[in-house]
């Protein structure tokens, strides 16, 4: 029996767009009925992810000290050791975040997304998308000093602030109008065991992932879609880190749909990069899939090889799996291309002429 989301495509979250209402007009027109939801683009200072939490949130707290600042030129970190790097001052056993900056921009661009859909812009049946970025994904890139003994204070704080910000994301959007992502990259690198900053092993990345998963996914009422998206990154390139296969992706999607105590409504799993298209290896993984009733989407729209490209990986893949969705890599507002506008198009292009 299939899930509430069949959807044919996801945006993943970041557009090449300037604004929140190019971005909606664009997803509305290009795309909207083929996705499960609009995200806002995340555009301005959003579109630098977890940047913007690191400087809005994490740099301002009075707990918080930073060891070493950016030693970007431009200040700006153009990959994951440029960023600034933060740490709890001593004998600071505990903090609280007041409030996520992230929030009062996804309200923002509710009521925007309402008064197009009151303009027919926007489909009438049509969800808003919202993207949480996980507590380690958060965390990861700026603490990287003394990272267990930071973990045990920040990590914790993060995990409230997310359900906390949840609530109040849930008090001003209805949850038949909502549809809720967490997004997990750092997650996915820390299990990868390729972080040369992290601590505790295998078993401190699992810890770092399935338990805020597990206690994040019930908070989520079962009336808002909820889903989940798995992937390398794309700072400063996609990927940050090439896998050999899908295996841990399928072994953290297989976990966070046991554990997810409501329905999981979708997962997205970012695919290989384009010389892997025919890599039965890579997705043989697929195979061990056990998420029922959550619509995967495979994140295999790459803009390098468009049309044949995605051909050629929705094949392989489909040996291993039997309906799937597809998706960018990533979310691609930090890949806009030459000309953004023309991006988005060619992206709704080619997968609808795939999906024919």
Not at 295 to 307: H, Q
Request: charge should be negative; hydrophobic fraction near 40%; proline fraction near 8%.
């Amino acid at each position: 029996m299939g899930g509430r989301v069949t959807s044919e495509l996801l945006l993943v979250g970041s557009l090449p767009t300037p604004s929140a209402e190019e971005a909606f007009r664009a997803g509305a027109g290009l795309v909207g009925d083929l996705v499960p939801a609009l995200p806002d683009g995340e555009s301005g200072p959003l579109g630098a992810w977890v940047a913007f939490d690191r400087t809005q949130l994490l740099e301002p707290h009075p707990d918080i000290e930073v060891l070493v600042p950016s030693s970007s030129p431009t200040g700006r970190a153009r990959h994951a050791y440029e960023t600034a790097r933060l740490a709890v001052r001593e004998g600071v056993g505990s903090l609280r975040f007041d409030a996520w900056p992230r929030v009062p921009v996804m309200l923002e661009s509710y009521e925007l997304f309402r008064r197009l859909r009151a303009e027919g812009v926007i489909p009438a049946d049509q969800r808003f998308q919202v993207n949480f970025p996980g507590p380690s994904s958060v965390f990861t890139g700026a603490f990287k000093d003394h990272y267990a003994r930071d973990w045990a204070v920040v990590g914790p704080a993060l995990e409230d602030l997310t359900l906390r910000a949840i609530d109040q994301v849930l008090g001003a959007i209805p949850a038949r109008d909502l549809a809720l992502q967490f997004d997990f990259a750092y997650e996915v690198l820390d299990n990868e065991q390729v972080l040369g900053w992290t601590e505790g092993g295998r078993e401190g990345a699992w810890d770092r992932f399935g338990g805020p998963w597990s206690r994040l996914a019930p908070h989520v009422p079962e009336e808002v879609l909820l889903g989940l998206h798995l992937c390398y990154g794309t700072f400063p390139e996609w990927p940050m880190f090439e896998a050999r296969d899908m295996g841990l992706l399928v072994h953290m999607a297989n976990h966070a749909a046991a554990h997810a105590g409501r329905p999981l409504d979708w997962l997205h799993l970012a695919g290989p990069r384009y010389l892997r298209s025919e890599d039965e290896a890579f997705f043989a993984p697929l195979a061990g899939l056990h998420a029922p009733r959550t619509r995967v989407f495979l994140g295999i729209v790459l803009p390098l090889d468009g049309e044949d490209g995605l051909r050629r990986r929705h094949r392989t893949a489909s040996r291993y799996l039997d309906d799937f969705g597809v998706a960018m890599y990533c979310g691609f507002g930090r890949q806009p291309g030459q000309d953004p506008g023309e991006t988005l198009r060619e992206h709704a292009a080619v997968v609808r002429a795939v999906r024919r």
